[in-house]
């Protein structure tokens, strides 16, 4: 005993919770994060190391004994911010925007500061009433139906993103039509969205069961703007049943990724909702521009829905990640998902007074995300959320102005929110071939320069440049030199043709 209390005594105390230091090293790092926000355009946008350049720079091993803050911040400097693409860069005009801001930092920050795992009710009061709260203020901005908040018959949850909330509700529809059809009938469901829907959707329908040969992908077109048309979802949905299958659910996109195309919510749902569809629409970015009124209109139909989905982390400068979903009858949902096993037992929950977000999702475990939205719509109010998007759009447009001045240039499908679809088409007697041959060229030359980051699509067999409005720190100025570049870019281009 006498050896071991003599080796005790010796070693150090470890304390990695200490106030004083947290508050100096947390100083530090916000110095730091502060310091790089500020001198974001010094990087290229996208990073332009190699693969495996990360992995033969460090250590085999952890290290065995502590290092200091300073010492690891350089080797963020030197190591991990060349591997970095900066999403955050104002520069940044690739996929989506993932948006972040002062008050998501600052309720970030919090929600990590109390650590709440708040699966049920009773495990954190406040994270699950205050998620209820900023979920009915969210759905009460979108103008959304009393049917979809907990101040009347449904509610919401925080997801982490767009693809659980897909998940989550394929689960629930399938559940509730297999208590009719039977567990041996899961062959038979047949489920619908367009050939524009994220990928993710036909991952989920995988995911629950549904065969790949009952997932329908129905065709869109150039000239209805790649949007879902309800006289081609019905002759689809009829064609199934008269081969003895059952329409299940229908996926409808406000603001596709490829092109933002708005598929419309009403005609489809009308039609749906004939055959017992459970409908989910998935508003994952162009979601949040329906919090201004003049975007309000994508939204038409949204009471014969029975869910819907949209991402802060996209438009909302929540901060990756955040996903909001919205129920007109969460017992389905709760049905399809709830556990009980007796170590979370309690009075609350067993009464059916509270809500158990654990019941909402796949998993147990959740984060305070809440205290980010929170921040959000007080620190900043609604009026300059609004403004935030139409100060994008505006940004959009005067891109989209651009393209149309030039006439090697054209726009490729309508601008409807921050994302201008076009390409360089100089000679219309060029073959479809070469016209993607020259565009492919000018994207890898304007991304090789690390000066702008945009990506590309192709829809309706035509290969799409895409520049996406929208990272926080953005401003007209960024958008004048990215055309300047592009043009730069073509001017060389088209000198070699």
């Known amino acids: 005993m006498g050896r071991i209390e003599s080796n005790l005594a010796n070693t150090p105390h470890f304390n990695p919770l ?19 926000y500020q001198n974001i355009e010094s990087y290229p946008v996208l990073s332009q190391v190699q693969p495996g350049y990360l992995r033969a720079s460090l250590p085999q091993k952890a290290p065995s004994l502590p290092e200091s803050l300073e010492t690891i911040l350089e080797d963020v400097k030197n190591q991990i911010i060349p591997g970095m693409t900066h999403w955050l860069s104002p520069n940044f005009f690739a996929f989506f925007p993932s948006t972040v801001s ?57 997801q982490n993103t767009t693809s659980e909330a897909i998940l989550v509700t394929l689960i629930a529809a399938r559940d509730k039509a297999l208590d009719v059809y039977g567990s041996g009938n899961l062959n038979k469901l047949v489920v619908y969205a367009s050939d524009q829907t994220h990928s993710t959707f036909a991952k989920a329908c995988k995911m629950v069961g549904i065969s790949p040969r009952n997932i329908r992908l129905i065709p869109t077109t150039i000239d209805a703007g790649f949007s879902l048309s309800p006289v081609q979802l019905k002759a689809a949905v009829e064609a199934d049943m008269a081969d003895g299958l059952v ?33 989910h629409v998935d508003a994952a ?25 949209l991402s802060p982390h996209k438009w909302l400068l929540s901060g990756l990640d955040c996903c909001c979903l919205w129920v007109k009858n969460p017992t389905a949902l709760v049905k399809a998902l709830s556990t009980n096993p007796e170590y979370l037992r309690n009075k609350q929950s067993e009464s059916d007074s509270v809500v158990d977000f654990k019941d909402w999702q796949v998993g147990t475990g959740r984060r305070f995300k809440s205290l980010r939205l929170w921040l959000i719509f007080r620190t900043y109010g609604v009026v300059n959320l609004q403004g935030h998007i139409r100060s994008d759009v505006g940004m959009a447009k005067i891109f989209e102005e651009f393209v ?43 991304n090789s320069t690390g000066r702008v980051y945009m990506t590309h699509t192709k829809v309706g067999g035509i290969y799409v440049l895409r520049f996406a409005v929208g990272a926080t720190l953005t401003a007209d100025n960024h958008v004048v030199a990215a055309w300047k570049l592009i043009k730069e870019g073509a001017d060389a281009l088209l000198k070699t043709v």
């Open 247 to 279: 329409p299940l659910y229908l996926c409808v996109t406000l603001g596709t990724t490829s092109t933002t195309a708005v598929d419309p919510i009403e005609l489809l749902a009308g039609v749906a909702k004939e055959h017992g569809m459970w409908v």
């Open 404 to 446: 149309r001045s030039d006439p090697r240039f054209e726009i490729v499908v309508p601008r409807e929110f921050g994302l201008v679809c076009f390409r360089l088409n100089p000679d219309e007697t060029f073959g479809s071939d070469y016209t993607e041959l020259l565009n492919r060229k000018l994207l890898d030359w304007v």
């Open 285 to 309: 970015y162009a979601g949040s521009a329906c919090i201004c009124p003049e975007f309000r209109h994508h939204l038409n139909g949204v009471e014969r829905v029975d869910s819907l989905s």
């Open 18 to 36: 200490n106030p004083r230091e947290f508050r100096k090293q947390a100083h530090e790092m916000v110095d730091f994060i502060a310091d790089y």
């Open 102 to 158: 002062t008050a998501g930092f600052l309720g970030e920050m919090l929600c990590t500061c109390f650590n709440s795992v708040g699966f049920n009710w009773i495990a954190s009061p406040a994270a699950t009433e205050l998620e209820m709260v900023v979920i009915d203020w969210l759905a009460d901005m979108l103008k959304l139906p009393k049917s979809f908040m907990f101040q009347g018959t449904g509610g919401g949850v925080i």
